[in-house]
Nanobody, 123 residues
Framework: VQLQASGGGLVQAGGSLRLSCAASGGAFSSYAMTWFRQAPGKERELVAA????????YYADFLKGRFTISRDNAKNTVYLRMNSLKPEVTAVYYCAASSARQIIVPVTNVISWGQGTLVTVSS
């Protein structure tokens, strides 16, 4: 499966963005999907994950309810809605497909990565 992430950009603190990750060439509805991020000088970390059907989601503790992951299997797309953005969330955001249908944390069964989309939040 190939993944194409989009929707990043420059936004002021307090603003919102919606990232999208479109999949092609695979059985999208069979995969759990995950958003990761990597800030400058830091390791890649999990942001949110969603199971194959969209019924179950997992969020990193640091998000404090500000982000929402969702998916539309008819459109082969997973989304990350980001609200109340703060400068510390500035990073490159990556989507990833897992070989499992359900969420497994830590996510070690990634079969495909998107190319990343840069989110920059200015103060």
């Amino acid at each position: 499966v190939q993944l194409q992430a989009s929707g990043g950009g420059l936004v002021q603190a307090g603003g919102s963005l919606r990232l999208s990750c479109a999949a092609s060439g695979g059985a999208f509805s069979s995969y759990a999907m995950t958003w990761f991020r990597q800030a400058p000088g830091k390791e890649r970390e999990l942001v949110a994950a969603i199971n194959w059907s969209g019924v179950s989601a997992y969020y990193a503790d640091f998000l404090k309810g500000r982000f929402t992951i969702s998916r539309d299997n008819a459109k082969n797309t997973v989304y990350l809605r980001m609200n109340s953005l703060k400068p510390e969330v500035t990073a490159v955001y990556y989507c990833a497909a897992s070989s499992a249908r359900q969420i497994i944390v830590p996510v070690t069964n990634v079969i495909s990565w998107g190319q990343g989309t840069l989110v920059t939040v200015s103060s």
